[in-house]
């Protein structure tokens, strides 16, 4: 579960590389993003109530791309549409699979 620590650096760097592309884009707020961004807190929240590490896990990634798409519309999330999902990867998830693994 020690990858989780080379996905920020990785985005950083797509992002980075996706420089000449986001030239022509135009950044303009969206209020879709700040309900996107509710429920994704709103998510969070629950799951943490319920003590779901996943789901908590995976909502709080979740807001990397509802805060862009808030603070710079949903052209720039676009533009940036594969950077931002591959943040998802930080999110640890198989625990259930190692034992059946182990076995196998």
């Known amino acids: 579960y020690q990858h989780g620590l080379l996905i920020p ?3 950083a760097y797509l ?6 592309r986001l030239r022509g884009v135009r950044a303009e ?3 879709v993003g700040l309900l996107v961004m509710t429920a994704t ?8 109530v319920a003590d779901v590490n996943v789901a908590e896990q995976y909502a709080a990634v979740a ?3 509802a805060l ?8 720039m999330l676009r533009a940036l549409a594969f950077p931002l999902s591959y943040l998802f990867l930080m999110v640890p998830v198989g625990q259930a699979l190692v034992p059946h693994l182990m076995e196998f």
């Open 68 to 75: 862009v798409l808030a603070t710079l519309g949903p052209a």
């Open 15 to 20: 992002a980075w590389e996706s420089g000449p």
């Open 41 to 48: 807190g709103v998510v969070w929240a629950v799951a943490r």
């Open 63 to 65: 807001m990397f791309p």
């Open 9 to 11: 650096p990785i985005v």
């Open 29 to 31: 707020a969206s209020a």
